[in-house]
């Protein structure tokens, strides 16, 4: 069982930075899978980066790869979103997702993640 609390959104400018903070709790965070997603107003839940607890390479989305960084402090148990360079297309709810590591590689759809936090807004303003 895995409770996810995410933090950190705001309004912000376009070229500004952000970072989100996803606050895990639960048991065997080590064998998990921790993805953000997020969705815009009238639009559907999309992928953004996601990283294994272990370690090893990240994984991102076309729209943000070369701005966003996903990470994670085990010690923590928290999993971080730095976002630079923001675009008014960032704007939207943020949420921090967790599915238990299966060995099969990075999961991109939303349907196959087992724990949600409530999400974090971020607003992209120009």
């Known amino acids: 069982q895995v409770q996810l609390v995410e933090s950190g959104g705001g309004l912000v400018q376009a070229g500004d930075s952000l970072r989100l903070s996803c606050a895990a709790s639960?048991?065997?965070?080590?064998?998990?899978?921790m993805g953000w997603f997020r969705q815009a107003p009238g639009k559907e839940r999309e992928f953004v980066a996601a990283?294994?607890?272990?370690?090893?390479?990240?994984y991102y989305s076309d729209s943000v790869k070369g701005r966003f960084t996903i990470s994670r402090d085990n010690a923590k148990n928290t999993v971080y979103l730095q976002m630079n360079s923001l675009k008014p297309e960032d704007t939207a709810v943020y949420y921090c997702?967790?599915?238990?590591?299966?060995?099969?590689?990075?999961?991109?759809?939303?349907?196959?993640?087992?724990?949600w936090g409530q999400g974090t807004q971020v607003t992209v303003s120009s």
């Open positions: 990283i294994r607890w272990s370690g090893g390479s990240p």
């Open positions: 639960g048991r065997t965070f080590s064998s998990y899978v």
């Open positions: 997702a967790a599915i238990m590591d299966h060995g099969l590689g990075y999961v991109v759809r939303p349907s196959a993640y087992d724990y």
